[in-house]
């Protein structure tokens, strides 16, 4: 079994940055994909970001591009989402998954295990 735990959420004003982390801890895998994912009140889902660990491999959605920066520590099996310009349509809580393959799948149906989420709010 895997455990996700997330930290970094918040309150901040739009413009500001804000930095999540995620810590998978129990079962190790030689190689997976993480994934950021954020879910708004009323809306779907949706992957941010995501990296695979054994690659230099990254993806991240269209709405964020220039904006979040996704890395890893794979000595800590941890990954980050740098969050610069926020914007208040950014505002959602913040999902981490992971899943126990080598690939950034875009369905949330496809991970193997997710965190509790952490809010992230972006005032105007």
């Known amino acids: 079994q895997v455990q996700l735990v997330e930290s970094g959420g918040g309150l901040v004003q739009a413009g500001g940055s804000l930095r999540l982390s995620c810590a998978a801890s129990?079962?190790?895998?030689?190689?997976?994909?993480m994934a950021w994912f954020r879910q708004a009140p009323g809306k779907e889902r949706e992957i941010v970001a995501g990296?695979?660990?054994?690659?230099?491999?990254?993806y991240y959605a269209d709405s964020v591009k220039g904006r979040f920066t996704i890395s890893r520590d794979n000595a800590k099996n941890t990954v980050y989402l740098q969050m610069n310009s926020l914007k208040p349509e950014d505002t959602a809580v913040y999902y981490c998954?992971?899943?126990?393959?080598?690939?950034?799948?875009?369905?949330?149906?496809?991970?193997?295990?997710w965190g509790q989420g952490t809010q992230v709010t972006v005032s105007s």
């Open positions: 998954a992971l899943r126990e393959t080598a690939a950034i799948p875009m369905r949330a149906a496809l991970y193997d295990y």
């Open positions: 129990g079962r190790t895998f030689s190689g997976y994909g």
């Open positions: 990296i695979v660990r054994s690659a230099p491999s990254t």
